[in-house]
């Protein structure tokens, strides 16, 4: 199946700091999601982004299918913004179900 | 749209014991996923439902695991017998197919811990 790798595993910044999170993947997609896991296990969606740039408030998102990356951009980052973040591609079948594979995730910690 | 729901959000059991968590997709959501997700991982598939028919189940899903949508709406999985590597926690998803979008929405999850 398709692999999904995050980088890096873990991140600590100062409150304020800009980030880059990293997501590769082995297979062309035609989907890619980011998502925000919170301390208490809730997955927030933050992005759906196939192609191409998105941005929302303080993140962004750049997805290039062509060569199976995606960026997540956090900038002037907050202490609410720690938790794990998540990138997840569809398997590939050759049915519907499109259930989504996530990478480990990269870890962040804004300290105040 | 209230999102997507489980109960219970927390399940203490001992080993051997049954145990059923349930799911209520965003309304109108025809897709419904199981994933599991354990310490320092990211969530992993256990099955999909379109409407009340269950069309995949990954190898993850032992012969303990059952799970159900009837009517297409609130779906429940059922774990029998529970081991200690049972303890993980339990999301489900759901997402309309919509041309080729499948964007998919989280639940909170139900963190099961078995002693």
């Known amino acids: 199946g398709i692999q999904v790798e995050q980088s890096p595993p873990d991140l600590i910044l100062q409150e304020g700091a800009n980030s880059t999170l990293r997501c590769n993947f082995s297979d062309s997609v035609n989907n890619l999601q980011w998502f925000h896991q919170n301390p208490w296990g809730q997955l927030i969606n933050l992005f759906y982004i196939p192609s191409g740039t998105k941005q929302n408030g303080r993140l962004s998102a750049t997805t290039v299918a062509t060569e199976r990356y995606s960026l997540l951009y956090i900038s002037s980052s907050q202490t609410t913004d720690s938790g794990v973040y998540f990138c997840?591609?569809?398997?590939?079948?050759?049915?519907?179900?499109?259930?989504?594979?996530f990478g480990s995730g990269t870890q962040l910690t804004v300290l105040p | 749209d209230t999102g997507v729901s489980q109960d219970p959000r927390h399940k203490i059991t001992k080993r051997g014991q049954n145990v059923t968590f349930r799911c209520d997709p965003i309304s109108e959501h025809n897709r419904l996923y199981w994933y599991r997700q354990t310490l320092g991982q990211g969530p992993e598939f256990l099955t999909y439902?379109?409407?009340?028919?269950?069309?995949?189940k990954s190898r993850l899903l032992s012969d303990r695991f059952s799970a159900e949508r009837p009517k297409g709406s609130f779906s429940t999985l059922e774990i029998q017998r529970t081991e200690q590597g049972d303890s993980a926690m339990y999301l489900c998803?759901?997402?309309?197919?919509?041309?080729?979008?499948?964007?998919?929405?989280f639940g909170p999850g139900t963190r099961l811990t078995v002693t």
């Open positions: 439902f379109q409407n009340e028919a269950q069309l995949e």
């Open positions: 997840a591609v569809p398997r590939r079948s050759s049915g519907s179900a499109r259930q989504l594979t």
């Open positions: 998803a759901s997402s309309l197919a919509r041309g080729s979008t499948y964007e998919q929405y």
